[in-house]
């Protein structure tokens, strides 16, 4: 049973830093794709970074490339999204995300199928 955790959210400037952590169980399957969505008011979920986790081939959104960074630790089972450089617009409930089995990561929310429960990022101007 997949098990997905997030933590390390909250408040913070524009221009500033925040790490979020994904703490997974279950995946025993290097054949999986991990990623992290957001989700503003009145937005549909978006992602934002994905990685497969056989090979560490990432993805990023445009919108976020050259100031966040995720990656995975498989020492500790932890999936991790560095944002730095935050913008206002960067505020929304992030998601880590996992789908077994796959040969490639898709960027389309629907097609993961273990989430976890959301974690706040607010960024005020």
């Known amino acids: 049973q997949v098990q997905l955790v997030e933590s390390g959210g909250g408040s913070v400037q524009a221009g500033g830093s925040l790490r979020l952590s994904c703490a997974a169980s279950?995946?025993?399957?290097?054949?999986?794709?991990m990623g992290w969505f957001r989700q503003a008011p009145g937005k549909e979920r978006e992602a934002v970074a994905t990685?497969?986790?056989?090979?560490?081939?990432?993805f990023y959104d445009n919108s976020v490339k050259g100031r966040f960074t995720i990656s995975q630790d498989n020492a500790n089972n932890t999936l991790y999204l560095q944002m730095n450089s935050l913008k206002p617009e960067d505020t929304a409930v992030y998601y880590c995300?996992?789908?077994?089995?796959?040969?490639?990561?898709?960027?389309?929310?629907?097609?993961?199928?273990?989430w976890g429960q959301g974690i706040q990022v607010t960024v005020s101007s």
């Open positions: 990685i497969y986790m056989r090979n560490s081939h990432t």
């Open positions: 279950g995946i025993t399957d290097s054949r999986s794709c």
């Open positions: 995300a996992a789908v077994l089995e796959r040969g490639w990561c898709s960027t389309t929310a629907w097609q993961y199928n273990h």
